[in-house]
């Protein structure tokens, strides 16, 4: 018994696999040794997908270039790491032997964003991603801090959450307006609600509204409903009149009167009374 525990303490010492060296145990056979040969700078893509299968399916599923890489492009070390001996980050491979940095010095730790290099393009939408997005999106970073509105003091990933792509929809967060959605003319008339809110509302400057000018009166009359009511009723020429007519392009843009009716009365009238709407009241509404 007690030459036996010598034994084993000596494999154990001497690093010998108790397993190859005991009397009772059998050679690889011939499907181990292909498995696992003993000269590793051989081993080829299979062999390694053979004991990697989720690796494998990563890559056949969503590796894009990777795919078509041989493993041993990038892991030209493997099978070292040891807990407590060996720092992961000097197993792992170095992106920059095939990539550089990419996206210019701001953002060199690919990790942070592409956090599985077997599916490199599919990108979860952490706080990393969104500290980086002005490096590769600066004129959208642009818009939002021009144009501020509540987008402004948000994070990028409040709204292209889940993953780098998404591109969400606006009714996530926001309720849309009352009514049906009337298209502009010529487009395919739809009876959903409205919820195609970038026709008029850029996402990164969302209270930029602009418009096409052949946006139907109903659209505008969603927000200002007295304002068509009073266009309606009025019984003028302006109530035949697209409200483009006199708001056109952007959202807050008002013609000058002059600007279509000339000046149809003497200058000594428009000193007296300042204003048209002195004496013609609002447009969506004149006075005769």
Same mark, same amino acid.
């Given at each position: 018994?007690?030459?036996?525990?010598?034994?084993?303490?000596?494999?154990?010492?001497?690093?010998?696999?108790?397993?190859?060296?005991? @009397?009772?145990?059998?050679? &690889?056979?011939? !499907?181990?040794?292909?498995?696992?040969?003993?000269?590793?700078? /051989?081993?080829?893509? $299979?062999?390694?997908?053979?004991?990697? @299968?989720?690796?494998?399916? &990563?890559?056949? !599923?969503?590796?894009?270039?990777?795919?078509?890489?041989?493993? /041993?492009?990038?892991? $030209?070390?493997?099978?070292?790491?040891? @807990?407590?001996?060996?720092?992961?980050?000097?197993?792992?491979?170095?992106?920059?032997?095939?990539?550089?940095?990419?996206?210019?010095?701001?953002?060199?730790?690919?990790?942070?964003?592409?956090?599985?290099?077997?599916?490199?393009?599919?990108?979860?939408?952490?706080?990393?991603?969104s500290q980086g997005c002005r490096v590769c999106h600066p004129q959208f970073e642009k818009e939002i801090k021009t144009y501020t509105t509540q987008h402004t003091e948000l994070y990028c990933t409040a709204c292209h959450h889940t993953r780098h792509g998404y591109i969400p929809k606006c009714l996530e967060c926001h309720q849309p307006h009352k009514g049906v959605f009337p298209v502009a003319a010529g487009n395919k008339e739809s009876e959903t609600p409205l919820d195609q809110c970038t026709r008029c509302h850029p996402p990164h400057k969302a209270l930029n509204v602009t418009y096409p000018n052949n946006t139907d009166n109903n659209t505008c009359g969603l927000c200002h409903r007295k304002a068509l009511e009073m266009l309606k009723q009025s019984h003028t020429k302006h109530s035949k009149l697209r409200c483009t007519k006199c708001h056109p392009g952007k959202h807050k843009t008002i013609k000058r009167c002059r600007q279509c009716h000339g000046q149809p009365h003497p200058v000594a009238m428009f000193k007296k009374f300042g204003s048209c709407g002195k004496c013609h009241g609002v447009a969506h509404s004149i006075i005769r």
């Open positions: 018994m007690r030459s036996v525990f010598i034994w084993l303490l000596l494999c154990l010492l001497l690093g010998t696999s108790l397993f190859i060296m005991s @009397p009772g145990a059998k050679a &690889l056979d011939k !499907e181990d040794q292909s498995l696992y040969p003993p000269d590793t700078a /051989r081993l080829t893509r $299979q062999q390694c997908m053979q004991c990697h @299968p989720i690796i494998a399916r &990563l890559l056949r !599923e969503n590796g894009v270039a990777h795919r078509g890489v041989a493993c /041993r492009q990038c892991h $030209q070390k493997f099978h070292v790491f040891v @807990p407590g001996r060996t720092r992961y980050q000097d197993v792992l491979p170095k992106c920059t032997r095939c990539h550089d940095h990419p996206h210019g010095e701001e953002l060199t730790d690919c990790s942070s964003c592409h956090t599985e290099a077997h599916t490199p393009l599919d990108i979860p939408a952490t706080l990393s991603l």
